[in-house]
Each structure stands twice: as C-alpha cells, then as structure tokens.
C-alpha cells in the first residue's frame, strides 16, 4: 500500500517543483505535457512512463514550490543559471529524504530528477516537459 502513496507522491512533488519562484524567469505560464519515468532497484517490474498535463498560470510559476500543508518539506533551494536544485524532507506515513534538480532548455522545456528514499526502498524519478500552448 505504502508504495502505491510513492507512485503518487513523486509526479505531485513533479508538478509542485517547477514552480519555485527562482524559476519565474525561466518558465511560461501554460497548459504544459510532463512525461516521467521512474527506476526502482530491486523491483520485479519498473512502472511505464507516465504523460500528464497540466495548467501552469502565471501565480503558478512564482510561487513557493511546495504548499504550507504538506507532509514535505523542501531546502537547500538553489537557482544557478538555467538549473534550479533542491533537498526534500517528508515526514508522517511517507517519512523520507531526497534531493532534485530542474534544468530549463528554454522557457518552452525543462527536464529533470528527482532522487527519493523511504523505508529502505530508492526510487529515481525522470521527467521532461515542454509547454504546449496556453491553458483551456
């Protein structure tokens, strides 16, 4: 059970990320297509690749990366250039640690990972996005 809430805790953290403000110059407000894909070592099976998308308004891209009422807590934000990185640390039912990393091609496209461990299982998780016109 608790692995299915690790399924959907990283593409939320996915989502949430790409909106630190550092990050405002870098990214256009829009309806934008996320693909992630997950690696877990030791698992019989990895998971597919999964396409979503999702509305990014132009409050979305300024403000802070994760919501006051999360479980997850996120430090060591940094914006260098074209790359934004970050640490996270959630407690309660998913207690873990992890660390992440942006990088912008353009204002149009980013890709990224995010790295996380909880209860002695690793998971990696790789995304690339690209916006694909404005929000319906």
Not at 8 to 27: F, I, N
Not at 30 to 53: D, H, K, L, V, Y
Not at 96 to 115: C, P
Request: charged share 20%.
């Amino acid at each position: 059970m608790k692995r299915c809430a690790i399924y959907l805790l990283l593409p939320v953290l996915c989502l949430l990320l790409p909106g630190a403000s550092a990050a405002a110059e870098q990214m256009k407000p829009g309806m934008w297509e996320i693909t992630s894909t997950m690696e877990m070592p030791g698992m019989p099976f990895q998971p597919p690749a999964q396409t979503i998308r999702h509305c990014y308004t132009a409050q979305d891209v300024q403000q802070s990366p994760v919501p006051s009422d999360s479980s997850c807590e996120v430090s060591s934000l940094k914006h260098i250039g074209n790359k934004v990185s970050w640490t996270v640390d959630c407690s309660g039912d998913m207690k873990g640690s992890g660390k992440g990393e942006i990088v912008y091609q353009s204002d149009s496209a980013y890709s990224g990972t995010m790295s996380i461990t909880t209860e002695g299982m690793s998971m990696k998780t790789k995304y690339k996005a690209k916006r694909i016109g404005n929000c319906k």
